[in-house]
């Protein structure tokens, strides 16, 4: 079993949805999460980062962790063709923190 | 503050050779990641350097290798190249705490060099 699960898609929406990419995750662990953003052709730029459980919001971005249920979400509202992207989550080992394991990554097509 | 930079961008080899790939990291940062990243097993972490010294290491052949630079440049090394090396090879720096992650730890990646090995 992967540590980290997610649906690699590819996910299409037309412009304006509300954009939902999810993982699940396996060590009980973890306790930072992360979502990147990659355009293709170019690295992984962070989105945005939580804590443990709860939410976190940023613009048209929302993160959001169950540890319960060891599952975290990313919502887009307001999609934008902008936002076609692969999106990954990740999270930082027990190895140490520069450790990253990440999903298989969300391709994600906004259709104007 | 200039980004992650990496060379070269574009790389063809055929099996059997070896092939250095460079990273710049940003300046102030001294820890330097590198992840292999194919369609089929995704982003990888093969190994992080931090003051010149390999901090940690993922689950790669002992034909990856790596070292970094007093000036926190660092270079990843694959010898003996194998058809199933082709990848996006992408660096990532961060200031770096260590220990426990923090903000500080928040990883900036290049644009990666794609590597194909025919």
């Known amino acids: 079993q992967k540590e980290v699960e997610q649906d690699p898609g590819p996910l299409s929406v037309p412009e304006g949805a509300i954009v939902s990419l999810n993982c699940t995750y396996s060590n009980s662990a973890f306790q930072y999460f992360m979502w990147y953003r990659q355009y293709s052709r170019k690295g992984p730029e962070l989105l945005m980062y939580t804590y443990s459980s709860g939410n976190k919001e940023d613009g048209r971005f929302t993160a959001q962790v169950d540890k319960s249920s060891k599952y975290i979400s990313l919502f887009i509202r307001d999609s934008q063709p902008s936002d076609s992207a692969t999106y990954l989550c990740?999270?930082?080992?027990?190895?140490?923190?520069?450790?990253?394991?990440f999903g298989q990554g969300t391709r994600l097509t906004i259709n104007p | 503050k200039a980004g992650v930079t990496q060379t070269p961008r574009y790389l063809i080899k055929t099996r059997g050779q070896q092939v250095t790939l460079s990273c710049s990291p940003i300046?102030?940062?001294?820890?330097v990641s590198w992840y292999q990243q194919t369609p089929g097993q995704g982003l990888q972490f093969l190994f992080e350097y931090f003051s010149e010294t390999q901090r940690n290491k993922g689950n790669f052949p002992g034909r990856f290798s790596g070292r970094q630079f007093s000036n926190s440049r660092s270079e990843m090394n694959v010898s003996t190249l194998e058809l199933g090396d082709s990848a996006l090879y992408l660096c990532?720096?961060?200031?770096?705490?260590?220990?426990?992650?923090?903000?500080?730890?928040?990883?900036?990646f290049g644009p990666g060099t794609r590597l194909t090995v025919l």
């Open positions: 990532a720096s961060s200031f770096s705490s260590g220990g426990i992650w923090t903000g500080t730890d928040t990883q900036y």
């Open positions: 300046s102030g940062h001294r820890s």
């Open positions: 990740a999270t930082p080992t027990s190895q140490g923190a520069q450790k990253l394991v």
